[in-house]
């Protein structure tokens, strides 16, 4: 099965409890909101915002947040941040998502600090800047945060606003996983799978796997489904492979659903299906998946479950580099 290298994709942070559900009393909550407290204005938002005890509204959340976030509430700064940066009740706009993080990280707010850190790693609504992402990523890891731990580890292993370290970036990585940080288990089983920072261990790699799986991490369960499908640091099961592609793809991630595909188009764990392989690299591909891509020309130019297309073959193998 092709695959490329592992690839590390940092994403930016959700709403979190630790901003917000303090007071089980929701009327209370609201009273204390429409007087002025700027704690229960944030806790509400964010009940708007998961649909707690109210009827889910992106509109009132984002409303609540920004009462609180004017009155220089940090989280609730942070809070609109994410609202303005997926287009949570208000329109999209990474600029205005910048400011509010910007606000709130300067109040050593390290959801902010490492949001931000992304938008700079990004060019999300700056100029791309990795030197200062690397300074925001320093800046929520230094407070534990277990997310700025992990990106500060990614821009030590790749070298990224720091001088490459990959001894640094392990030990990050084990700090973030051990504070059960999906995406640090995640990178860490990385590590332990390439032999990066320490020796190549595959059963390591797989606990560590497993744990971010557990979390839902949709890359570590494709991770665990190139485990199990290659028999490394366990059994190899090809139906248990075909389950966490599954996970993976039902999540959109576009390695898994490429993974999926191959196993669609060679009957390996699956009947085979090579409309729905097909299917799978075009989401994947659309994504942005090179191996996706390959798989896509490959089915353009030998009509594999979809109509032959020549140009479209040409399109796509382009797109993989190939």
Known sequence: MRRAGFVMIILIGCFSTMYGIKDPNITALQN???TGNVDAMNELGVCYMIGD??????VLASEYFRKAALMGHA????????CYENGNGVQTDYVKAVAWYSKAAEQDM?????????????????????DRAAYWFKRAAEQEDPRGQCCLGYCYEYGLGVEKN?????????????QGDALGQCCLGDCYAQGKGAAQDWSKAVVCYKSAAEWGNAQAECRLGNCYAEGHGVEKDINRAVEFYQKSADKFDPQGQCNLGVCYLNGSGVETNKERAAEL??????????????????????????????????????????
């Open 110 to 130: 390290e959801q902010a600090q490492c949001n931000l850190g992304i938008c700079y790693e990004y060019g999300r609504g700056v100029k791309r800047d990795f």
């Open 53 to 58: 005890r109210v009827n889910q509204s992106y």
């Open 32 to 34: 204390r909101a429409d």
């Open 166 to 178: 990959i001894t640094q970036a392990l030990m990050l990585y084990q700090l973030s996983a051990d």
């Open 281 to 322: 690299f075009r989401l994947s591909a659309e994504a942005g998946n090179v191996n996706g891509a390959f798989y896509l020309g490959l089915c353009y130019r030998d009509g594999t479950g979809i109509p032959q297309d020549s140009v479209k073959a040409e399109y796509w193998l382009e797109k993989a580099g190939k």
């Open 75 to 82: 989280a609730a700064q942070c809070n609109l941040g994410m």
